[in-house]
Structures are given as structure tokens and as C-alpha cells.
């Protein structure tokens, strides 16, 4: 049922409902906010690439085959932002995660008990340690709960890459987590 | 089945995604594989730790920014579609103009290049490597004398261990024993915590958060690591121009360090 009503909205859209892309926005820009902020842990850089995104697919929709899923489609490109986004990052300053700012942003998520904040802040380290598409895999895989088969079209990769990847990922942060936390 | 294969596997499989025949099977080899079953209990830790968070980042955000944030999407869609059709109608009204004086549209065009190369190319004409240039500013700071010398100690083991990863032949990647590089590594994340409270400059302390994250990947590495692996390391130290960045910091410590010598003498 919600599917058929995203389609219908996509070909509104297509024919220049603007109504339409509000409806598309207000169905997805929780999810896309969700998404960015797992790749970049911050407020504004997320709510930045969720806005560019939603933008870019509204430029896109032209090129969007409606036999696709839309939701995959939005993934891909906010995946692909974040990922531009955390680029340029890099260029700019070291390629480390502020431990100032998870821990800031740990407590404005929820409220834990100091192990637990300790655990977050150290996975969130983790995390952003990892190889970008390992780290892209974790979040969509894991994290998202998405299917192996949409992770692969998000990533534009083969499903026996996102398992590998899948694999080392877990593998790379458990490892990471126990130095860290016996550190 | 491949022990690759079964260790790809084993997410779905504990996650009992895997169809029937399939999870059999990955069954029957964890019960004769004692390296897979070993990759199992691992994946089964990482998915126990890395419990998904029960808030999602969006949930803590209001109804009321929701809405604004959707009234700003449409808008931003909207004035670029004002901006592409502005664009539009202007060059419909004055294309002609263009194309009738060839010479003209080609004078503009080769200007306006040529200032556009000029915007580019500035920034190559610049003397001063600005990462000099901030570590000479170094030079006038005076941390606390200890700290000055362990951080002095600190970043000279890191520029060692850093040179000798560096150093490292593709080609004896795999065959050599790197568990003197992963115990240095190990001892210098312990070292560079105990400046967490210690009074440092604040170019120091970014330089020991940038190398700390290159030194934990060392510290993680198996003893006779894989080739994909030493080599992405050594892609890190390059693109962040650790070596560079390490050696200045030393030559900025021990000049602090004769400095404060002199005036003490």
C-alpha cells in the first residue's frame, strides 16, 4: 500500500506536482535525517545533506525509473552525499572523530549511564575508524536493518562485496572496541 | 563450503536470515572448522556490542522543526527552479545578441577565462607552506618543561615507528613479523593519553588525536598482516602528511625544550 502510494507520488512529481514532493519529503526526511547522521554524527552536517539530497533527487526525478523503489534511490544519494561530505572533511582537518563533540552529541540522544555513554562514544570511535565503504556497510546494514540486496544497490556494488565488507567491518570494530576499551 | 563463504555468511546466519538448506550448512562446517566457528563468536560479539540505539538521532528533534525543515526543502527546490528558468529566459532573449557578434562573444569568453585561471592558480603562487608556518609559530609557546620533553619523547617514537612503516617493502608485506610495530603502536596510545589532562598546545594535542587514530589502526594489526591493510595505513600517513607533520612538532619541542634550557642557565 505504501508503495503504490510512493509511485503514485513519484509520477506527480514527475509531471511537476510540487504537492507531491512535500508528501515524498514528509514520508522520508526522518530516515534520510537518520541515515546521514550515522555517517557524520553531527546535527547540522546531517540536516545539511538531507536537504541537499532531497534536492538533488527533486533535480534527479526526471532520470528516476519508476519500475525502482524510491526509497532505495533517496539512500543511495544521501549515502553518496554523506560520503562526499565526509571527504571533504578529511581535505580540510585531521581525520579524527572530536571526542568533545560525540560526547555532546551522545547526551543530547539519550539519557544513559556513564558505561553506556563510555560504550557509545567508543562505538561512534570505532565506527568512524573504519574504511569508508566498511563504515557504509555497518550503518546501512546493520545499523538501517536494510537487506543485503539494498545495501548493494545503494553502494552500487555486488552482494558478496557488501558481505565481505559486512564481515571485516564487524570484525575491525570489535577488535577496535576492546583495545579501547581496555585502554 | 569455502571458509570465505561461510564467514560472509555469518551475519545473516546468526541473524537467522539464511534460507534452510543454506543455514545447514554453515551449520555443519562451524561444527568441523574451528577457525570459522572462532570468526562466529567474534561477529557474535560485534553484533552484541554494537546494539542499534534505542533513540534514533531524529527523535529527539521536534514536530515543529520537522515541518519547518520540509517547508525548507521545498523552498530550496523551488528558487532553484527559479533560478534554472531565470537562467533560461535570459538566454533566450539575448542568444541572438551573442551569436550575431561572434568576435565579441569570443573576446568575452576568452576574458572571462582567463580570470577564472587566474582564481585557481593564485593559490599555487603562495611561498609559505602554511603547516611551516604554524609550526614556527610553535616555537614562542612554553608548556610546562616536563610535558615540553614528553611530548618531545613522544613524537620522536611516533616519527620512528611512522618511518619504519613507511619503510616497509610491498613486497615483505605478509612475511615479516609486525608485533614490535604493534606494541610500539599499543604503548604509544597509552602515552598519548596521559596528556589528556596535561597542559599541551593546542596544535600538539590535534597532531596526537590525528596520530592516535593511525596508531590504534597499528595496535589492531594481526602480527603478519595483509598487504591491503599495511597499505592502507600507510595511505593515511601519507594523505595527512604525518611524517611531515610529526618531524616539525619534534623540531618545534626540542626547540622549546633548548629555549627553556638557556633560560634556566
Known amino acids: 500500500m505504501a508503495e503504490s502510494l510512493e509511485r503514485q507520488l513519484v509520477c506527480q512529481v ?3 506536482s510540487q504537492e507531491a514532493f512535500r508528501e515524498l519529503v514528509q514520508m522520508k526526511m526522518k530516515q534520510a535525517y537518520d541515515l546521514a547522521y550515522s555517517f557524520v554524527n553531527d546535527h547540522d552536517d546531517a540536516e545539511d545533506i538531507t536537504q541537499e539530497s532531497f534536492v538533488k533527487a527533486y533535480q534527479s526525478m526526471a532520470n528516476f525509473r519508476e519500475d525502482a523503489e524510491f526509497g532505495t534511490w533517496l539512500y543511495r544519494i544521501v549515502t553518496n552525499t554523506a560520503l562526499d561530505r565526509l571527504k571533504q572533511k578529511k581535505r580540510k582537518k585531521n581525520r579524527t572523530l572530536s571526542l568533545d563533540d560525540s560526547e555532546v552529541k551522545t547526551m543530547a540522544i539519550s539519557h544513559v549511564n556513564q558505561d553506556e555513554m563510555d560504550l557509545s562514544i567508543h562505538i561512534e570511535r570505532a565506527l ?8 557504509a556497510v555497518v550503518i546501512l546494514r546493520h545499523y538501517d536493518g536494510l537487506s543485503t540486496r ?14 565481505t565488507h559486512l564481515h571485516r567491518g564487524l570484525k575491525k570494530m570489535r577488535s577496535t572496541l576492546n583495545f579501547l576499551v581496555e585502554a | 563450503m569455502r571458509h ?3 564467514q560472509n555468511l555469518l551475519y545473516d546466519y546468526l541473524n537467522d536470515e539464511l534460507s534452510a538448506p543454506e543455514a545447514a550448512q554453515v551449520r555443519d562446517h562451524l561444527a568441523r572448522c574451528n577457525k570459522c566457528f572462532g570468526e562466529q563468536q567474534i561477529i557474535k560479539e560485534s553484533i552484541r556490542l554494537l546494539q542499534p540505539k534505542q533513540v534514533k538521532p531524529s527523535e529527539s528533534l521536534s514536530e515543529t522543526y520537522w515541518h519547518n525543515f520540509a517547508v525548507e526543502i521545498l523552498h530550496q527546490v523551488q528558487s532553484g527552479a527559479k533560478k534554472e528558468n531565470a537562467l533560461k529566459l535570459w538566454w533566450e532573449s539575448n542568444r541572438y545578441w551573442f551569436l550575431s557578434r561572434k568576435s565579441y562573444s569570443l573576446s568575452i569568453a576568452g576574458g572571462l577565462a582567463l580570470v577564472i585561471l587566474a582564481v585557481f592558480l593564485w593559490p599555487l603562487t603562495r611561498s609559505v607552506d602554511p603547516e611551516v608556518g604554524n609550526s614556527i609559530r610553535l616555537v614562542s609557546e612554553s608548556p610546562d618543561e616536563q610535558v615540553n620533553q614528553e611530548l618531545s619523547d613522544y613524537f620522536h617514537k611516533s616519527k620512528i615507528l611512522l618511518v619504519g612503516i613507511s619503510n616497509i617493502r610491498s613486497e615483505d608485506v605478509g612475511n615479516i613479523d609486525l608485533s ?6 599499543r604503548n604509544l596510545v597509552r602515552q598519548a593519553r596521559t596528556f589528556d589532562h596535561k597542559e599541551v598546545d593546542a596544535r600538539s594535542r590535534m597532531l596526537i588525536k590525528a596520530m592516535e587514530k593511525i ?3 597499528l595496535a589492531n594489526m594481526e602480527e603478519r598482516d595483509g598487504l591491503s591493510d599495511v597499505e592502507l595505513i600507510r595511505t593515511g600517513i601519507r594523505e ?11 623540531t618545534a619541542a626540542g626547540a622549546r625544550q633548548e629555549n ?3 633560560n634556566n642557565n
Request: hydrophobic share 35%; aromatic share 2%; charged share 35%.
Open chain 1, 128 to 135: 568512524h575508524e573504519l574504511p569508508t565503504l566498511q563504515r
Open chain 2, 4 to 6: 570465505r563463504t561461510v
Open chain 2, 215 to 217: 596508531l590504534i589502526e
Open chain 1, 150 to 163: 539494498d545495501v548493494s544497490k545503494i553502494l552500487q556494488c555486488s552482494e558478496g562485496t557488501v558481505k
Open chain 1, 14 to 16: 514527475k509531471e511537476g
Open chain 2, 260 to 262: 627553556s634550557d638557556k
Open chain 2, 240 to 250: 595527512e602528511n604525518m611524517l611531515f607533520k610529526i618531524r616539525m612538532a619534534e
Open chain 2, 180 to 185: 614490535v610495530e604493534r606494541d610500539a603502536a
